[in-house]
Every structure is written in C-alpha cells, then in structure tokens.
C-alpha cells in the first residue's frame, strides 16, 4: 500500500490543492472545512521524490474567504443561513469555500532528524491532509518528553491541550542562545520559570543563574521539596542572593566600569585624572598575584595632584579633589556593594542541579549593569580558561561545567542606542559563548528598547503577546525563524501562548505554555482586593494590636525620663 493511499485512510482529507501561492515556497488549495484550516496548524500533501513518496508537510499562514452565501441570507439572525440554502438545494456546510496560503517545510528525516524540502511542488488537484497529532509529536520537536537534554514547555496551539507536546532541545537553547519576548502581563516570566523548572528536572540538572531585577524568582525555591524534581542521589538546589549579599570585589571592575559609576557632570579633567590613576595603579600590580581595593586607586589618584608652583601648567589641586570626592561618594560607603576583598566565588553561583537567583531590587540600575558586566566577565573568563586548560583547578577561574544566565528585564543591560558597560561583554559571550559552553536567555518587554544585535544573536525565540508597533517591528527584524505570517499573529495571542522558532525546534510552532509546578512570583497585586480587606474587622484588629505594640516602648521611655528629672 502506497503512502499516498495511508494518508487516505489514516489523516482526514481537508483540501485540494488550488496552485501555487506569491511565493516559490508556499502552495494554495481550497477547503470547506474553516475549522481545521487554522493559521498555525499543519497539513501535507504526498509528493514522489526519487523513488519514494514523501509527506510534505507545511504549515497554515493565511486563509481567504472566496465563496459565501449571499447577504440576502445572512439578514435574518432568526432564520439559520442553512435553512435558507437548503431549500434552494445548496448543502448548508459546503456552501462557503476558503483558500488557505501553506508555507510547506519539506519532509522529516530520521537520519538528519530535521526537515528537508525537496522543492517539489503539489499539482492542482493533489490532496491535502491534515496531519495527525501522531506525526506532529514525532516530527515538530527535536526531543521527546522526559528525554535527557529536552525540556517541555506546552503543547501545540491548535490541537488540544497536552495532545501534540512542544519540547525544546536544551542543548541547543544553551549553547545558542534564548530569547523571552512579550508585552507586560503575557506571561514572559511565567514562561521563564516553566523553562528553569525544565532545566533543574533530573533529565537535565543544569547549572543555571538567573538575574532577577524584580524578586519575582523566589518561589523556585520550592523546587527543593518537591519529589518530582528528585532522582536518586539528585537533589536540586535553589539559592538566593539578596540584596545585601551581593559583593563586588573592586578590583574586578575596569577603568570603564568605575568611569560609569561617576556622577553626571564629571569633567573631562577629572576622567584624564582617573585613567592616569588607573594606569598607573596597574603597571605597578601587573604581573601579581594579588588583590587591590578602592584605596590603592583612590592614593593613586592623590599622586596625580600637583599645585603647578614647579611647573608651567596649573594646578590641578580642584579637579583631583573633585574627582575624589564622587569616587568617595560612590565606593567608600559602608555598606555599599563594592569590597576590597569579598565577593561571591562562581562556584557559590553556578554548580549543576544548582539554580541561583540574584535579586538586585534594591540595588541602583546603574550598579546593576555593572554587577552583571563584572560577572559575565568573570564567568567568560572561567570557561575559557577552564576549556583552554589554564585554569588552577584550586582557583575561582575553573569552572568545569557549561553554565547558562537568564536575565530578566534584558533591555536594561543591553539597550538599544546607548552604551552601558554590561553591552559589550554580552555582545562577546552571544556571538562567541557557544564555543566555551556560556550561554545566555534574554527577557524582556520591549524588544524595541533591546540592542538588535544582542537580540539577533538569541538563535531561539520565545515570542508572546506584542501589541507595540515598534516593537513588532523590531522582531520581525531580529527574528529569522518565524515567518512575517506568523509574527502577524502576536497581537491576537491570549496569555500563556506563544510563537516559538529557532534552533530549540524543529519548525516555528504556536505553543500553549504548561501549568508551572513552582507558584509564580511575578502576580499582579489585586488593588480592589485589598482595598476592601483594608476595611475588615481582622484587619482594622490587626492594625490596633500593631498601634499597640508601637506605643509601648514610647511610654517606658516618657516614664523613665520623667523619673530622672524628679
């Protein structure tokens, strides 16, 4: 029995094929069937190449309304269209045609376990089948559910839920690269926490930090209890980062990095100063094994200060001061996050089966930039050094595992028409970190606002609801995966769906991300709510007993004072 005479009995029939469509890869073909002929679903028609007969899959892109019922039918709502046709002999479900525009993909081959299209057109009047959830499950996804490397993140859009799996290949997304596009509310950090629950399952056991601007990852920490994320021995592990524990050693921070930290309205004396200091500093502690801290640099800059009594220049007494009192106001606090000596070692933040959450809410964004730049480079480093076989096994440079970083609120450490510090290090691990095993995930809200070619680097894509015009744009741009059709639909996408495309999948797919097993810590505070909780008994209780507690101290002192005056 030929494929063509299987597909007859095993797929239903929605179609035949009409002609090609404006572009060399897409064909058309007529149906009466609106329902299975859905943007974003799959079809294929059997075409010969060579000796075998291939199914040649495509993907839904457009559909045209070519034939309705006349208006005169469709002007009375209490009597059904279908009644009408019918009694002037025309079959109520056949009487409306649609021409339905197919991007075809081409074959699926086991032995390249990716499509391949023969370039081999369907003829007017060939059949088009709708595939089944069967083939779709074997062939869309580059892993199966539960397989090592792979990671679940929902299921197909068009079928029903958990019916067709989408499954990412986490060696792919990690080594090239990912990004999180959505307006606010589509559920971008929702999709994030499905991908790192992925990562931290036994199948995978990743070592993964994540940079959480916001403190919306902290309930991943539930991943530690719960049974479905052990195996054996394996245990993962979550660990947090606040604020307060975040340091910054300062002698990892480059002339640039301290440049940037300086107030606005810094003279360009004073940054001549600085470098000068700054090199001077360096030349003496090259070659060294050894740590220098904010004083080292800041007796450096002292050196440079001369009166101008021994020479013809003037004095640059002013601008030394000046320029010591924004390095003192910005690196000399107590309990700021630059140190002399502690900061955290890499291996406190990256271990297999180890998921780290760095919360910097309240920390400065232009402090931010500056962690996240000092710590990729350190990261980049390690790996190459690890690779390369450099690095003293016994040093915080060895890092002898692939490591991935998901940074959340992307746009702010790489954006578009400004330079940061945080730019250019990510700029290198994105077009060279595949090599050394670093990659990178990127989330953002408005991809307008990222650095296109940080964006164009992310060779996998997790595209969701996008209402902004430019920001549209820009990842019709940015994105090569996904075609223009496709990208057409993001406006009209509800939450908790998404586009996927690149290298994570075999073929652009809209995705119905899964329920989260970890609880979402990016909710939407319910005002009307709390508004009227405000206004309860227990709380109007809760508030008299703090009232309370806050008053008491306050009348032992007056007491304790007026004693001391009688």
Known sequence: MSPKQNAAEEDPLVGTVKGPGERPHEFL????????????????????????????LGNVTSRRLVRNLPDAFLSDPETPPAVVSSLIGLEGEGCELYE???????????????????????????????ASSETLSSVLSPKRVGDQGSAH???????????????LSVKDVVSTHLAILASTGSGKSYTAG????????????????????????????????????????????VKLFTPERVRVRFSSLTEADIKYLLPEG????????????YRTLMSRVSGERQLWGYHDLRDAVVEQKYEGSERSESSNASSVEGLL???????????????????????DLFRPGRCTVLQLSDIEQNEQQVIVATLLRRVNKARVSTVRGEADAASDAHLPYPVFALLEEAHRFAPAGATVVSTNILKQILSEGRKFGVGIGLITQRPGKLDQDVLSQCMTQVIMRIVNPVDQDTVAKSVEGAGRQMLQELPALTKGQAVISGVGVNTPVMCRVRERITRHGGETFDAPSEWADWHT???????????AVMVKPASKKVEKFRGVEL
């Open 537 to 547: 008994d227990a709380a109007r209780d809760r508030r008299e007993q703090d009232d």
């Open 153 to 167: 993140v929902g299921s197909l859009l068009t079928r029903d839920a958990n019916e067709v799996p989408v499954v």
């Open 325 to 347: 009192w924004r390095l003192d106001s910005r690196f000399d606090r107590a309990n700021g996050i630059f140190s002399d000596n502690e900061h955290i070692p890499l291996k």
């Open 194 to 237: 499905v991908i790192v629950e992925e990562l931290m399952m036994p199948h995978n056991r990743a070592a993964v930090l994540i940079v959480d601007p916001h403190g919306e990852y902290g309930t991943l920490s539930s991943i530690e209890t719960d049974p479905r994320f052990s195996e054996g021995a394996y245990r993962p592990e």
């Open 100 to 130: 339905i525009t197919v991007e075809a993909i081409g074959y699926f081959s086991r032995r390249l376990n990716d499509f391949v299209n023969p370039r081999i057109p369907p003829g007017a009047g060939d059949a088009v089948y709708l």
């Open 266 to 277: 810094t003279s360009e004396k004073m940054l001549h100063i600085l470098s000068q200091a």
């Open 29 to 56: 073909f007529i149906t009466t069937d609106n329902r299975r002929a859905r943007i974003g679903e799959f079809v294929y028609y059997v075409a010969r190449d060579s000796e075998e007969e291939r199914r040649i």
